[in-house]
């Protein structure tokens, strides 16, 4: 009977301990999946603000090049409201640059994101009118809103 | 040769003192603009300075290894680089509270002119390629290359500046304990150019035989272009 018992017991606690690895590891591939997709829009962002500042520094700026883009960006902008689910922060066991602060001040977050969100559109206007005055300007406006976040939300890293 | 009893001897030329202090302001600045990238001096992004910092300290260095090839007697590689038994030698010595004897770079000060010289040289390069993470601040010759490997040259370049740090320490450290120490002020002589005799005689080779001016030109006037050719948008 006692024997039994302890059986019951540990089979009981095996399978509770398989469960719930199994779920850890599922929350954490979810994570890890949100956090590769983010990492990844959030590099491809940068890839195309060298595209466009690239062909801004030559004495005649690609317009085609930068009307890409700045599509791009403005795409991978309206995309940042799904890159910060819960759980997919420092904690999920993946290494991200994305600070606690993220969650602790959604609200500030927000307003963050947003400005980046309009300046990126304004940034796809000027490019896809093709004024390239208009695109040196914005592209400051832009590279700022970048760091209004990036100040306080990402973890400094060198170089 | 012996030649005549000086109460000072003339170890450095100006070129070579000026080249030196404004590599160490230009240090400074780099270091302060990359530490505070996100501030304004002057109306212009920090970043932009960073920039213009080492255009200026890549001048500089392509002038100090000419000056080292042709300028005056003491600045010249051939004039302290030295072999392992001369360093050896000095190292030996190292303990010993007398002064080297040794007017220009000794043996071994040669070893961290010359690691310090091509780690700066290898510091502004990668900077030439680096680019920041967000595809806004770059180097001149960032846009030769994809956005991954300009990361990766940002990457060296951050590294490059902790190792030069530990190398600029040792340096300092190195001369206040030759000052403090051997009671020999090798600072000084990097300000004012000239060391106090310590023998009744002096060789001749132990002085700066000063370079003609139009060598300086022409070293400035290479240096000057070579920069301009390398950085130009």
Redesign the interface.
């Known amino acids: 009977m006692f024997k039994r018992e302890w059986t019951r017991h540990f089979v009981t606690a095996a399978a509770t301990a398989v469960i719930a690895s199994a779920a850890s590891l599922a929350l954490a591939a979810g994570a890890g999946d949100t956090i590769k997709t983010r990492q990844e829009g959030l590099?491809d962002?940068?890839?195309?603000?060298?595209?466009?500042?690239?062909t801004l520094?030559?004495?005649a700026p690609d317009a085609a090049k930068i009307k890409a883009a700045a599509a791009k960006v403005q795409a991978h902008s309206n995309e940042i409201s799904t890159w910060f689910p819960a759980g997919s922060g420092p904690d999920a066991g993946v290494e991200t640059a994305a600070k606690a602060e993220i969650w602790k001040d959604p609200a500030d977050f927000k307003v963050k994101t947003d400005a980046f969100v309009a300046e990126a559109a304004k940034l796809n206007g000027f490019a896809t009118a093709g004024d390239i005055e208009g695109v040196r300007n914005q592209?400051r406006a832009v590279?700022k809103s970048?760091?209004g976040c990036?100040?306080r939300y990402r973890v400094k890293?060198?170089? | 040769m012996a030649v005549r009893k000086p109460g000072w001897v003339r170890v450095w030329d100006a070129p070579t003192r000026l080249t030196h202090w404004l590599l160490v302001i230009l240090f400074a600045v780099s270091w302060w603009t990359a530490e505070n990238r996100d501030a304004e001096i002057f109306g212009r992004y920090a970043m932009e300075w960073h920039r213009w910092s080492g255009y200026a300290m890549l001048g500089l260095l392509i002038f100090r290894v000419l000056w080292g090839l042709f300028g005056t007697s003491t600045s010249r590689f051939s004039h302290f680089v030295r072999g392992p038994r001369e360093i050896w030698e000095h190292v030996r010595h190292l303990g010993d509270r007398a002064a080297t004897g040794v007017y220009g770079h000794n043996a071994l000060g040669a070893i961290s002119v010359v690691i310090m010289l091509l780690l700066l040289v290898a510091q502004v390069v990668m900077g030439l390629y680096s680019g920041d993470i967000d595809g806004i601040e770059s180097g001149p010759l960032a846009s030769k290359i994809e956005f991954d490997t300009t990361r990766v040259f940002a990457k060296y370049h951050a590294l490059g500046f902790e190792v030069l740090q530990w190398i600029v320490l040792l340096h300092v450290l190195a001369v206040v304990y030759y000052l403090v120490f051997k009671r020999d002020n090798l600072i000084g002589a990097m300000f004012t150019g000239r060391k106090r005799a310590r023998s009744e005689t002096v060789e001749r080779s132990d002085e700066a035989q000063l370079a003609p001016l139009w060598r300086f030109v022409v070293a400035v006037a290479i240096a000057w272009a070579a920069t301009w050719w390398i950085v130009k948008p």
């Open positions: 590099k962002l940068g890839a195309q603000m060298k595209v466009i500042n690239d520094k030559t004495s592209v590279g970048c760091g990036h100040e890293k060198e170089g």
